[in-house]
């Protein structure tokens, strides 16, 4: 596609997004405030409208989507005692869809030869659900926690704030979601529970693999469940952000996919002054989560391991709420996409995060990225966030 046509979709994307004004941008930094609220015994309630735009440059195709949610925890009650601490209801609901007549993103890695999508919005038609449903209960002053309900594998594990966040940071589903561990995206009924020392946390928990309505206890009952259980070190008293940890996990056999198992080690480190530089990392290796049948093999994930090495800088040149970020990243194609004659692939993703005004910004990046031909896709990208605090921090302890 011609740059001057490249730029005028980019520039229709910015111009919807601030036509539509409505509070923008989710995922993991909403969830983590959310998360955030919850620990601190308030009451959060924020909605957001992201917009994104992508053009592969070699093969000539481009996609835009754009996703409106809403995401909240409410305290429903206090705790009474430190044994008994609040209890809380927290909600992400979202709908997606592509953005005009434009071509869905995994349309457009097909047909670019890429192993995995240039961001992790990719529906074929529009999509509107809970990604997250549930209650949290807290215990032993706050050190216990257990959540159940709908609950979101990839939310809660190998947390960083840097990854698992297609609007706030990385778009590549390589580092905004998962590839390679079919546990992130089993979004269905469950319950997770967590311990946090003052140095280390452990937690585990369950979720339905092969739910298909929002509260699919019918699916439930089946026993197809996707597993988990992380390990890690996090000092509380470090200034920034510090965690490294190792996942392992299992999802059983599904009609569709054979069983998989799995683990990841992840890593992240925030140093310089009110952690002005970060180090963060993910690798994921798993074995099985293969079509059963011919016609299910397009279902399964495209990599048997994978993962990626990044760099940020956090409010660059002094402007406070400004990012700008690097990563490498790495993947290497299960048996089945061998025979459709791709290789190992790798490449790097970098983006600026600017805010304009007090409630949006945009983020331009670029991904380069080794393609099924050997050769080098370009792949550019804006994205345009608008974000509305509804109700942070009402109450405290």
Same mark, same amino acid.
């Given at each position: 596609?011609?740059?001057?046509?490249?730029?005028?979709?980019?520039?229709?994307?910015?111009?919807?997004?601030?036509?539509? /004004?409505?509070?923008?941008?989710?995922?993991?930094?909403?969830?983590?405030?959310?998360?955030?609220?919850?620990?601190?015994?308030?009451?959060? %309630?924020?909605?957001?409208?992201?917009?994104?735009?992508?053009?592969?440059?070699?093969?000539?195709?481009?996609?835009?989507?754009?996703?409106?949610?809403?995401?909240?925890?409410?305290?429903?009650?206090?705790?009474?005692?430190?044994?008994?601490?609040?209890?809380?209801?927290?909600?992400?609901?979202?709908?997606?869809?592509?953005?005009?007549?434009?071509?869905?993103?995994?349309?457009?890695?097909?047909?670019?030869?890429?192993?995995?999508?240039?961001?992790?919005?990719?529906?074929?038609?529009?999509?509107?659900? %809970?990604?997250?449903?549930?209650?949290?209960?807290?215990?032993?002053?706050?050190?216990?926690?257990?959540?159940?309900?709908?609950?979101?594998?990839?939310?809660?594990?190998?947390?960083?704030?840097?990854?698992?966040?297609?609007?706030?940071?990385?778009?590549?589903?390589?580092?905004?979601?998962?590839?390679?561990?079919?546990?992130?995206?089993?979004?269905?009924?469950?319950?997770?529970?967590?311990?946090?020392? !003052?140095?280390? +946390?452990?937690?585990?928990? %369950?979720?339905?693999?092969?739910?298909?309505?929002?509260?699919?206890?019918?699916?439930?009952?089946?026993?197809?469940?996707?597993?988990?259980?992380?390990?890690? /070190?996090?000092?509380?008293?470090?200034?920034?952000?510090?965690?490294?940890?190792?996942?392992?996990?299992?999802?059983?056999?599904?009609?569709?996919?054979?069983?998989?198992?799995?683990?990841?080690?992840?890593?992240?480190?925030?140093?310089?002054?009110?952690?002005?530089?970060?180090?963060?990392?993910?690798?994921? /290796?798993?074995?099985?989560?293969?079509?059963?049948?011919?016609?299910?093999?397009?279902?399964?994930?495209?990599?048997?391991?994978?993962?990626? %090495?990044?760099?940020?800088?956090? &409010?660059? +040149?002094?402007?406070?709420?400004? &990012?700008?970020?690097?990563?490498?990243?790495?993947?290497?194609?299960?048996?089945?996409?061998?025979?459709?004659?791709?290789?190992? &692939?790798?490449?790097? !993703?970098?983006?600026?995060?600017?805010?304009?005004?007090?409630?949006?910004?945009?983020?331009?990046?670029?991904?380069?990225?080794?393609?099924?031909?050997?050769?080098?896709?370009?792949?550019?990208?804006?994205?345009?966030?608008?974000?509305?605090?509804?109700?942070?921090?009402?109450?405290?302890?």
């Amino acid at each position: 596609m011609p740059f001057k046509n490249c730029l005028v979709r980019s520039t229709a994307v910015c111009v919807l997004a601030v036509a539509v /004004w409505m509070p923008v941008g989710v995922q993991a930094s909403q969830l983590d405030e959310m998360m955030d609220a919850g620990d601190e015994g308030a009451n959060y %309630f924020e909605g957001a409208l992201t917009g994104l735009y992508q053009n592969a440059l070699e093969a000539g195709e481009d996609t835009g989507n754009y996703a409106i949610d809403l995401i909240g925890s409410f305290v429903l009650n206090k705790g009474a005692s430190n044994r008994v601490g609040d209890t809380d209801l927290v909600f992400w609901a979202f709908s997606v869809n592509n953005l005009g007549d434009m071509q869905s993103t995994g349309q457009m890695q097909q047909k670019a030869g890429l192993l995995w999508a240039t961001n992790d919005i990719n529906v074929d038609s529009s999509v509107t659900q %809970f990604g997250v449903l549930g209650i949290r209960q807290f215990f032993y002053k706050d050190r216990l926690e257990l959540g159940f309900g709908k609950v979101f594998p990839g939310m809660v594990h190998t947390e960083s704030s840097y990854t698992a966040n297609n609007s706030e940071t990385f778009s590549s589903k390589l580092i905004s979601a998962s590839a390679v561990g079919g546990y992130f995206e089993a979004i269905g009924l469950g319950a997770n529970l967590m311990y946090s020392g !003052e140095q280390w +946390f452990l937690q585990g928990g %369950f979720s339905d693999a092969k739910a298909e309505d929002e509260l699919d206890f019918s699916s439930l009952a089946d026993g197809v469940l996707a597993w988990t259980l992380e390990a890690g /070190w996090a000092p509380r008293s470090t200034d920034g952000g510090t965690r490294i940890s190792v996942l392992v996990f299992g999802v059983d056999e599904t009609d569709s996919l054979t069983q998989q198992d799995g683990w990841a080690l992840s890593a992240t480190h925030d140093f310089g002054k009110d952690g002005e530089y970060g180090i963060f990392g993910r690798y994921t /290796w798993a074995d099985g989560g293969e079509g059963i049948k011919p016609e299910n093999r397009d279902a399964a994930l495209a990599l048997k391991n994978g993962g990626f %090495f990044g760099l940020a800088w956090n &409010q660059p +040149f002094g402007r406070v709420n400004d &990012q700008l970020a690097i990563a490498a990243v790495y993947g290497q194609p299960t048996r089945y996409q061998r025979e459709l004659g791709f290789n190992t &692939q790798y490449g790097i !993703e970098s983006y600026w995060r600017f805010n304009i005004g007090n409630y949006s910004r945009i983020s331009p990046s670029i991904q380069l990225l080794h393609n099924r031909e050997s050769d080098l896709e370009v792949v550019l990208g804006i994205r345009l966030k608008a974000s509305k605090d509804f109700a942070r921090h009402f109450s405290k302890h």
